[in-house]
């Protein structure tokens, strides 16, 4: 039997092609992309009554239609006031929690994960996370929804399994490193967190990478960049901590005119992506910043391109 079907179908030749654009290369093999700034988000957004689901939205700034950090990541603080309950979710392939303060569980797929102040998890595709806390709670969330956003996709199946350090596991581990580096020029104390299901990326996701990084007393790490944007999450901070961010180094590796954001524990900033930025504690006291990064997406595509300014 012969199928008509097709045959019996409208042409759509002339209506398609009126879609079509031309550029000269020239004019738009570098088209102007909205900036990715330096934003600040102060502790202050979690630190309310009521609670509350806050997004740390640049949307606007982005030139999106949907909310984002980035252009690939959406940060959230989460508050959730004593003895209540706060439920989240996203159409998001990986989704990453770090308890800011409090006491809790979460309900995950039908599994129950207890949760305390400086405790670390990450999640992959999955349905509302019912978050319940025992005692005044706040979350700093990242997931990377506007990448789905962007792709018209929703992730259906899981890329790699649940993931759980605990304060006192990432405390010890970051110790080790630190012991390791004494006495040693190395540019980073700090633990990458990984998963085995990401062997080739070495990354926390697929999509995502985060790093548990110690700025001691009195020290300086040098500038470095980066083509992942980096949400940066200041976990330990006194006056006189913060980095300096700029796009060009001097002939001394030092930044040219750079915008400085201070950390305040408790708050975030942006480091958007390219730009140099080094680490400075200024301060009698150690200091830790978590940054979470698109850098497993980047890593994957091999286009993460890290530098250090006059080498490792």
């Not at 949307?59 to 004593?82: C, D, M």
Request: with cysteine; net charge negative.
């Amino acid at each position: 039997m012969t199928d008509t079907t097709s045959d019996s179908a409208p042409t759509c030749n002339e209506e398609w092609e009126k879609q079509g654009l031309f550029f000269e290369y020239g004019s738009a093999a570098n088209p102007r992309m909205p900036k990715i700034g330096i934003d600040v988000f102060p502790p202050s957004m979690h630190h309310i009554a009521e609670s509350q689901i806050i997004p740390l939205e640049l949307s606007q700034k982005l030139e999106t239609s949907h909310p984002a950090t980035g252009p690939n990541l959406l940060a959230h603080f989460v508050h959730i006031a004593a003895g209540e309950e706060l439920p989240t979710s996203c159409h998001a392939s990986s989704q990453v929690f770090y308890v800011i303060r409090g006491a809790g569980f979460s309900v995950v797929d039908g599994k129950k994960l207890s949760w305390k102040t400086g405790d670390f998890f990450a999640l992959p595709v999955t349905g509302e996370i019912r978050h319940r806390a025992s005692e005044d709670s706040a979350f700093y969330w990242v997931n990377d929804q506007p990448l789905m956003d962007f792709l018209g996709a929703k992730p259906t199946s899981p890329r790699f399994r649940p993931l759980y350090f605990s304060r006192e596991l990432l405390t010890s581990e970051l110790e080790k490193v630190r012991k390791e580096n004494e006495g040693k020029d190395k540019n980073r104390n700090g633990i990458l967190l990984a998963n085995p299901d990401c062997p080739q990326t070495k990354t926390l996701t697929h999509s995502m990478w985060s790093l548990y990084n110690l700025l001691p007393a009195k020290s300086k790490q040098k500038a470095h960049r980066h083509n992942s944007i980096a949400l940066d999450f200041a976990v330990k901070a006194t006056e006189g901590v913060y980095t300096l961010i700029g796009r060009d180094l001097d002939a001394d590796g030092n930044i040219i005119d750079p915008v400085r954001a201070n950390w305040v524990a408790g708050g975030a900033f942006v480091t958007p992506p390219g730009w140099w930025h080094s680490h400075h504690n200024e301060s009698d006291e150690d200091a830790i910043v978590l940054p979470v990064q698109d850098a497993g997406l980047h890593t994957y595509m091999q286009t993460l391109d890290i530098q250090f300014a006059h080498g490792y």
